[in-house]
């Protein structure tokens, strides 16, 4: 069993984003199974960058579309994606500098992170891209 599943319950009902999010949660995964083989902190940081750039382009990529469509939460979406991303910015920083060491706390923080803005804020645009050719 993976540290995070991937549940119908996830789905955003935009086939794109899905597998987006599928893509993220697989890169997490890969992340507590480095942790749980003893990775090195030098892997556990590639996969970590991995994430964040990942991350970075599929926020830019549901922006693009609410900006398109003038999705009317499109602010307060995009004002939660960079929040994501500075506590994760943060979090690196202090691996990088020591302070913090990977763990499954950092885990359980980026679990959280996604399946919350999924099921908080995406599922939000669900019905809004409906039928729209993204
Ligand atoms: Fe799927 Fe708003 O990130």
Redesign the pocket.
């Known amino acids: 069993m993976a540290f995070i599943d991937w549940s119908d319950e996830y789905s ?1 009902s935009v086939d794109i ?1 899905d597998k ?2 599928q893509s ?1 949660i697989a890169i997490i995964n890969e992340l507590h199974q480095g942790l749980t083989s003893g990775f090195g902190i030098k892997e556990m940081t590639y996969i970590l960058d991995r994430l964040l750039e990942y991350t970075s382009k ?2 830019y990529h ?1 922006e693009k579309e609410m900006h398109a469509y003038a999705y009317p939460d499109f602010d307060v ?1 995009k004002k ?2 960079e929040q ?1 991303v500075a506590d994760v910015k943060k979090y690196k920083d202090r691996l990088e500098s020591g302070e913090q060491a990977f763990s499954l706390e950092l885990l359980a923080f980026l679990k959280k992170w996604l399946v919350n ?2 099921l908080g ?2 599922k939000k645009y669900s019905k809004f891209f409906a039928g729209k050719n993204i």
């Open positions: 955003v984003f987006e999010h993220l599929h926020f549901e979406h939660a994606h994501l803005h999924i804020t995406d």
